[in-house]
């Protein structure tokens, strides 16, 4: 019994003071239930972009099961707003005879949350990135990330949802 109790203080001690595994947390006021999510701007070079990437983040958010997440910006108890910047690409690994191996496809954007009902940003970034790593596919070289993204769509897929991980998880835990 005398090893048991040490264990029971700490899990009362954790539970009362709110802490929540990472991913589980919210720091929302409990008001916000009904949540937009409308179409990003998009002012990167490859289209499609902004549309991936908000359906990937209004999945993310549905995925955490307390929201109804809508895509329009009224009738709302908040609403989340991004503009997707240019995306970069850079060779981050080359083969033997110096031809492209891997590229680092970074794409960046700025969001904010706001609680309509209080008039209140909640969480406001001007840049925010995601990143991921992709082999070079097929003999030619890939200029631009449209050119990457043309020749591989699980490559977009896999953007996007790394995009809406880092987002969703931004702005629930409030790092």
Do not use: W
Request: proline share 3%; aromatic share 6%.
């Amino acid at each position: 019994m005398t090893k048991v109790a040490p264990l029971l203080v700490t899990v009362t001690l954790l539970s009362a003071c709110g802490y929540a595994l990472a991913g589980r947390g919210s720091s929302l006021p409990d008001h916000i239930r009904r949540i937009g999510v409308p179409m990003f701007e998009n002012q990167s070079q490859i289209p499609e972009l902004d549309r991936v990437l908000t359906e990937a983040v209004q999945q993310e958010l549905r995925s955490k099961g307390r929201y109804l997440i809508v895509q329009e910006a009224t009738g709302v108890d908040a609403v989340l707003t991004g503009t997707v910047r240019p995306v970069s690409l850079t060779v981050s690994a080359f083969t033997d005879a110096r031809q492209a191996q891997r590229y680092l496809v970074t794409v960046l954007a700025e969001v904010e949350f706001k609680d309509v009902r209080e008039n209140k940003v909640i969480f406001s970034r001007a840049v925010l990135r995601a990143s991921e790593e992709y082999e070079a596919i097929g003999t030619a070289a890939v200029n631009d990330a449209s050119a990457l993204f043309s020749q591989d769509q699980n490559a977009l897929n896999r953007i996007a949802k790394t995009f809406a991980r880092t987002v969703v998880t931004s702005i629930l835990e409030a790092f």
